[in-house]
């Protein structure tokens, strides 16, 4: 048992991810343990969501391993992959609800799929799913009447349908008001607490980096690698190259400001 | 020096409209570029036909578990919807032939024989092509903008990341829609192109209708009204996979949504045309 705690949740080894021949991220390293708030942050077009679709087992990457609790995605055939991917959930930058399906029905998708659930049991945790992320109510709407925001928490509710080990999120706060930011900060926040789900998130929001991450790696465009790593506060203290700092100091002062 | 660094400028501003400009390349070039895409189009229609099979096969094991719901969303678009148009146009098929026929026809003093002419040419040919044409334009390129646009919105990424196969979910539904509409749609438009023949017949050549009837009945064996639906249950499944391949392999922006459709299109009518032809041959030797 105590050697299955110690084989981490995500490990990234010599990652070199791109497109063709594109490389956009070179030797990349890191480990993500269980129960931990890790948060990948960088300049816009710095390879965030590249990186995060190759750890979700979208694409190939050029060089190097992704382990998820061990197991290599990248290695694997499909028929490992879905079962991998199924002990995860993501949510896209752009929400990526279905749009032919309502909320409900997106929801409830992978619970019909995957578990024997009787119809009122998928209901009520399809309702509980949404009443977690503010949506009661919205269940029977199509994804096209929801605000940006609200198509975003509602593919939050969908990510978490089957209570999943690992979340992965793309840029989670963005399109929301900081009230519903703040909302969904504490939402990470106690699902960590109460289930220990692992949590993998792109941002840009400075304030939730304080507030939720238990460990920050920092990626730049033009060397292609990580610039800085550690627990957010340490990273201000610890001289950090120009770059990281400004991102840093911005960060300190939304913060000075509340 | 100036001048130097102005045609750098230029380039570099070139470089960067060089979608919209139009390029002349050398033939060679341009027919080499071309035989190699067509020969790799052939390679992923024929792997997207594989992926089909094996969806199918799971499906016919396992039916309980296809989305008949969309199933049926889809066979009313594809279907229902193309009901009057596919009628429309059948008839005017066989309005058109007839007419063509009884002026040759008429020559010989073999009025009769424009219900066999008619009858075959349409329950054999046409109608099963006037629908696949009809079906390619609106079912083929509607399914090619549909999963296109799924791409650039990153649905099927999610789909893939929620551990479901894109072919189960997004192909069969529209394959097993189409299959089971088209040769309906052929039925009805057999029935019109002959309706639009007997109006000719009847109008024009001053045939008894009943006459007419009688000898489409007598030339319309089981054999060539069944041949005429696999005609149109091969074409569905080949519109239907061209028009998911388009969408599948299609560029992550807007424009590759229209570029999805155009080509579904096109490359549906290529495709059913070549099929017809073989069919055409198959069933005449044996
Ligand atoms: N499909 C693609 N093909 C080729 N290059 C791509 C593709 N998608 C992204 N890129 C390039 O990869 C780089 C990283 O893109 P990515 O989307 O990962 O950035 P990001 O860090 O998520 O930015 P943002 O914060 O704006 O979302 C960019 O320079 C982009 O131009
Ligand atoms: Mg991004």
């Not at chain 1, 979340?167 to 990470?188: G, H, K, N, Q, Y």
């Not at chain 2, 033939?27 to 094996?54: C, M, P, Q, R, V």
């Not at chain 2, 089971?180 to 749609?185: A, D, E, G, K």
């Amino acid at each position: 048992m105590a050697e299955n705690n110690a084989v981490p949740m995500i490990q990234a080894i010599d990652l070199t991810v791109g497109y063709g021949d594109i490389v956009v991220l070179e030797n990349i390293n890191f480990t993500i343990n269980k129960g931990e708030i890790f948060v990948i942050i960088g300049g816009s077009g710095c390879g965030k969501s590249t990186i995060l679709k190759h750890l979700i087992g979208l694409y190939e990457p050029i060089k190097g391993d992704i382990l998820i609790k061990g197991e290599s995605i990248v290695k694997a055939d499909w028929d490992e992959k879905r079962r991998i991917m199924k002990s995860f959930g993501v949510l896209y930058q752009s929400g990526a609800l279905f749009s032919a399906l309502t909320i409900t029905e997106n929801i409830a998708l992978q619970l019909e799929e995957y578990t024997d659930y009787p119809e009122d049991e998928i209901f009520r945790r399809v309702n509980e799913k949404l009443k977690l992320v503010g949506l009661e109510g919205a269940g029977p709407k199509m994804p096209s009447e929801l605000s940006g925001g609200m198509k975003k928490r509602a593919a939050l509710a969908r990510a978490m349908a089957l209570d999943p080990e690992i979340l992965f999120f793309d840029e989670p706060s963005t399109s929301l008001d900081p009230v519903t930011a703040a909302m969904m900060d504490r939402l990470i926040i106690d699902l960590r607490d109460r289930l220990g789900t692992t949590m993998v998130i792109v941002t840009h929001d400075l304030d939730s980096i304080y507030a939720i991450s238990d460990r920050v790696i920092m990626l730049d465009k033009a060397t292609k690698t990580i610039v800085a790593r550690g627990k957010p506060s340490e990273l201000r203290k610890s001289n950090p190259p120009p770059s990281v700092k400004e991102f840093l100091e911005r960060a300190g002062l939304s913060r000075k400001m509340d | 020096m100036a001048e130097e660094k102005d045609r750098i400028i230029e380039t570099e501003v070139q470089k960067q409209f060089r979608l919209h400009e139009p390029q002349i390349r050398p033939a060679i070039e341009y027919t080499g570029e071309a035989s190699l895409k067509f020969w790799k189009d052939i390679i992923n229609i024929l792997a997207i036909i594989g992926e089909i099979a094996e969806a199918s096969w799971f499906a016919i094991r396992n039916p309980r578990r296809i989305r008949w719901r969309e199933t049926l969303f889809y066979m009313d678009i594809c279907g229902a919807d193309a009901l009057p148009i596919s009628c429309m146009i059948c008839y005017l098929m066989g309005l058109i032939l007839g007419f063509q026929a009884s002026l040759q026809m008429h020559k010989f003093g073999t009025d009769l024989y424009v219900a066999d002419m008619v009858g075959l040419s349409i329950v054999k040919e046409l109608g099963p092509l006037m629908v696949a044409m009809i079906c390619t334009g609106r079912a083929g390129s509607a399914f090619a903008a549909e999963i296109s646009t799924m791409k650039v919105s990153e649905e099927i990424d999610a789909m893939v990341t929620m551990g479901f196969n894109p072919s189960r979910f997004l192909i069969i539904p529209k394959l097993l829609a189409l299959i089971l509409v088209m040769p309906v749609l052929t039925v009805f438009g057999n029935v019109l192109g002959i309706i639009g023949g007997m109006t000719v017949g009847v109008f024009s050549l001053g045939l008894p209708v009943i006459t007419y009837f009688n000898r489409t009945v007598l030339v319309i064996t089981p054999r060539t009204f069944s041949e005429g639906l696999i005609k149109s249950a091969v074409f569905a499944v080949l519109i239907a996979a061209v028009g998911c391949l388009r969408g599948l392999e299609a560029k992550n922006d807007t424009h590759g949504v229209g570029s999805a459709a155009t080509s579904a299109v096109v490359s549906g009518i290529f495709l059913v045309i070549i099929a017809d032809t073989l069919m055409t041959y198959l069933f005449s030797r044996f």
